[in-house]
Structures are given as structure tokens and as C-alpha cells.
């Protein structure tokens, strides 16, 4: 899959220099989401969280990132938390 900027041209579309958007992951890649997110859970899962509108994605629980940008969502103080158990297979490596 590749991700084009506005222009048509390949480009980092977030702050932190990523070449797709949090809410684009959370859209196109992450699957099974958890019907209640729950900020106690010691189970890892893939995380998408929002502070301000803008978005953030890592692998890990609430206050705990074992795969990512080592920022959590307690980090951030995230307005907004969902978990997902899972992401889609083209994107296991």
C-alpha cells in the first residue's frame, strides 16, 4: 500500500514524520476492535488514541508502548482511547 500526500507525491502527513496518518491506521490497517477500551488492561493490543483532534497510534496497553514511538496514551493524556486486537495480515511482517 502506498501513501501519497495531497500533492500526489509520496510525504510524511503527520507531525512525528510518519509517512500516514494515525487516523489512516486506524482506518486501514488496525482490525477487531474491543467493544470496551479499557485503560486497565495489562493485555497488549494495538492503540489508537487522540488528544486535541490529533491522533496517535503504538502497539502496548495505556501506559505501557512496547512498539512504536515509546509515547503512550497516559503520556499524552489521550481525550481519546480504542483498542484492536489485531491488524490486517499485508501488514504482519
Known amino acids: 500500500?502506498?501513501?501519497?500526500?495531497k500533492n500526489d507525491q509520496l510525504g510524511y502527513w503527520c507531525k512525528c514524520k510518519?509517512?500516514?496518518?494515525?487516523?489512516?491506521?486506524?482506518?486501514?490497517?488496525?482490525r477487531d476492535k474491543r467493544p470496551i477500551s479499557d485503560k486497565t488492561s495489562k493485555v497488549d493490543a494495538f492503540i489508537y488514541c487522540e488528544v486535541k483532534g490529533g491522533g496517535h497510534v503504538y502497539k502496548g496497553?495505556?501506559?505501557?508502548?512496547?512498539?512504536?514511538?515509546?509515547?503512550t496514551a497516559k503520556d499524552i493524556n489521550a481525550d481519546y482511547f480504542e483498542q484492536y486486537d489485531s491488524i490486517t495480515r499485508?501488514?504482519?511482517q
Not at 510518519?18 to 488496525?30: E, G, Q, S, T, W
Not at 496497553?61 to 509515547?71: E, H
Open 1 to 5: 500500500m502506498e501513501i501519497r500526500n
Open 18 to 30: 510518519y509517512p500516514i496518518r494515525a487516523k489512516d491506521v486506524r482506518k486501514y490497517i488496525f
Open 61 to 71: 496497553t495505556y501506559d505501557t508502548c512496547i512498539q512504536g514511538n515509546n509515547t
Open 90 to 92: 499485508e501488514y504482519l
